[in-house]
């Protein structure tokens, strides 16, 4: 029988799908929270990532637009 994932661990995984971009410039990503009820994944840049001028567009340019591509039920991500 397969196991069920957490909607959590679903997250993980993809997080661990992007991190390995956001290394190769120093940087990184974790999980800081997901609000069910209101659809927002809540994470925290670090090390590069954390003061980056372009941290924004990182953001919603590529971690938002590639964990609302995996998993559909996320409707916004923020940074913390």
């Known amino acids: ?5 957490s909607f959590k661990e679903k997250i993980a995984e993809v997080l661990g ?7 190769t410039d120093g940087g990184d990503i974790e999980l800081v929270d997901w609000l069910e009820p209101e659809k927002i994944l809540k994470i925290r840049l670090t090390g590069g990532c954390a003061h980056c001028p372009m941290a924004q567009i990182t953001l919603k340019g590529f971690v938002e637009k590639t964990l609302k591509n995996k998993l ?3 409707k916004q991500v923020e940074a913390i």
């Not at 029988?1 to 994932?5: A, F, R």
């Not at 799908?17 to 290394?23: D, G, V």
């Open 1 to 5: 029988m397969p196991i069920n994932k």
């Open 17 to 23: 799908e992007i991190r390995p971009m956001l290394q």
């Open 72 to 74: 559909s039920k996320i």
